[in-house]
């Protein structure tokens, strides 16, 4: 199971927002909460026509159960930092995904 949060943020706040989510990622990998860790950047114009940049975190959990306790227990705190972090400089919004196997 993948926990994908997709992040919009604002190009001046790119280098620290990024050492900030590999921090957060390196901390969940080193701690065996998950068992992968992805970044991605979406390559496309923002909708809005601003110069806003867009980021995916995808967090690979083993189990459905996994991912289940690990987001009741902290999504929101990981939120709330964000917000205390970035302000409004970084949105996000998240999604569950399951790869199928071509």
């Known amino acids: 199971m993948i926990f994908n949060t997709t992040y919009v943020v604002a190009p001046e706040k790119e280098a620290k927002f990024l050492g900030y989510i590999k921090e957060f990622a390196n901390r969940l990998l080193k701690n065996n909460v998950v068992c992968d860790a992805k970044m991605l950047q ?22 459905e159960d996994e991912m289940n306790e690990w987001v009741i227990s902290n999504n929101k705190l990981n ?24």
Do not use: K
Request: proline share 2%; aromatic share 8%; hydrophobic share 45%.
């Open 42 to 63: 979406v390559l496309a114009d923002a909708p809005d026509g601003s110069d806003s940049l867009t980021f995916t975190l995808q967090l690979h959990f083993r189990t």
């Open 79 to 102: 939120l709330l930092s964000l917000r205390e972090n970035f302000g409004t400089s970084a949105l996000a919004f998240s999604t569950v995904l399951q790869e199928i196997d071509l």
